[in-house]
């Protein structure tokens, strides 16, 4: 087999194997107000993890103009544990903001397509 034949084969080969696990998807997420004001998110994910170079690794509280107000970092992989649930609490979302999105993010991706609307109790 001739080189650019090789070299192309093992590009698509690379390729698919990233495809394999897909984007990470937030298949539900919700917001309670805390005593304090703060508000504790409770977020879903989905993701095909296939171990420590492919996996969700983190989940963003993001207000309306973009503004990343919080960030729950996913420390390994939840290869047997889909879809997976994780909390965060103290998490501060300024006056007169009523909704926020969460997205989550994978070690290959980025940021996947699939985020959720959460509107805030008590606003």
Do not use: C
């Not at 903001?97 to 989550?104: D, G, K, L, N, T």
């Not at 290959?108 to 959720?116: C, M, N």
């Amino acid at each position: 087999m001739n080189r650019s034949i090789a070299a192309s084969l093992l590009v698509l080969v690379v390729a698919a194997g990233r495809a394999v696990a897909g984007e990470p998807a937030v298949v539900a997420a919700k917001a309670e107000r805390e005593p304090a004001g703060t508000y504790r998110f409770e977020v879903t994910v989905r993701h095909d993890d296939t171990g420590w170079n492919h996996y969700a690794d983190k989940w963003d509280v993001v207000a309306p103009d973009g503004t990343v107000l919080a960030t729950r970092v996913l420390l390994h992989p939840h290869e047997d544990e889909q879809p997976f649930t994780r909390d965060m609490g103290g998490v501060r979302v300024p006056a007169g903001i009523r909704s926020v999105a969460v997205r989550a993010h994978d070690k290959v991706h980025g940021y996947g397509k699939e985020t959720a609307t959460v509107d805030l109790p008590g606003r």
